[in-house]
């Protein structure tokens, strides 16, 4: 049996959630309204103030199905409520971020700034010239939107330069060595 898929998921106040054919599931809080389709052979029940997902048997789609739904749910439930938070780093001599309106303007070494306009159910924030705060109720829009911009200058392993997660630690290599 999934260890995550039967673990029951409470409601928290504040927070409506619908389950409609086939299996869509709308989670509408606070924060804003989301929906997610899960498997058609899983079955979603909500009773007092809990939402428990069973599967009809142990086949290996139902399986791997099962936690996967549960964890999709639980993730919609916690942003609609909480919200998710992604804090970058930027580290380099030169390497500056700022915020224009909805723009982000990311100058990273190359010959010219890079201009990022913020996805749809994202916000972006720039403190100080070298963090930037990634918010949004949708955990991986929040991810793949943080992923996007580290891929401009990945956190390089001999300077330590480059866009990196916050606590992110990189191992640097040694260089090379004067022996003649």
Known sequence: MSRIGIRPITIP???????????????????GELSSSVS???????????????????????????????????????????????KLLIV?????????????????????????????GITTEAPDANTIIIKGIDKALVGNYAADIRAWRQPEPYKGKGVLYDGEVVRKKEGKSGAA
Request: hydrophobic share 30%; charged share 25%; glycine share 12%.
């Open 92 to 120: 380099g001599v030169g390497y500056s971020v700022s915020k224009q309106g909805n723009k982000l303007v990311l100058k990273l070494g190359y010959s010219h700034p890079i201009e990022l306009i913020d996805p749809e």
């Open 13 to 31: 106040a504040g927070v409506e959630i619908t389950v409609e054919d086939g299996n869509l599931i709308k989670v509408k809080g606070p924060k």
């Open 40 to 86: 058609k052979n899983l079955k979603v029940t909500i009773e007092d103030g809990t939402l428990k997902i069973a599967r009809p048997n142990d086949g290996r789609e139902n399986r791997s199905q099962h936690g996967l739904a549960r964890t999709l749910i639980n993730n919609m439930v916690e942003g609609v409520t909480n919200g998710y938070e992604k």
